[in-house]
């Protein structure tokens, strides 16, 4: 006759008192390990160089004591919670792309700081315009509103000929 019931529990091991100690690891599994520890600094050491470059970048275009030092500019008067203003940036520095990088300085005042606003004032200019400037700083053009890098790329090279002609 077969019993029908419960099975049985099982007896558990006696614990010792000496800690479990850890697989060794193979050679393999250690490769493996680095191969893994390898791709990840690369990939946060990519990480880290375009967050530093993109800061930098940054920091440069909003430096407005580069306005006047001898190479002509195109200045954005720029509002950072303004759509307008971003999509202008954004056509601009396209624009800008399709020159030679040393032709033009791209520099953005930033009307949420003292000397963003401050210079904006100066020029009697509201966000959403770009100041073609001089190598001395005087204000050549203005083009306001939305544009595209259509129109913007005619006109900014026109700007650096024109600068370049009377250099």
Known sequence: MKKTGKAKPRKRAAKTGAARQPAKM????????????GVAAVA???VGYFTVSSVMATIAEHDLSRIGQ?????VQIHDPNCTMCITLQREARAALSEMEPEALDYVVANIRTADGLAYANRHNARHVTLLLVDGRGRVRQVLEGPNTR????PAFAEHAARAARTN
């Open 26 to 37: 193979d050679r393999r599994a250690l490769l493996g390990w680095l191969k893994v520890g």
């Open 150 to 153: 259509e129109t913007l790329a």
């Open 70 to 74: 001898g190479k002509p500019a195109v």
């Open 44 to 46: 946060l050491g990519g």
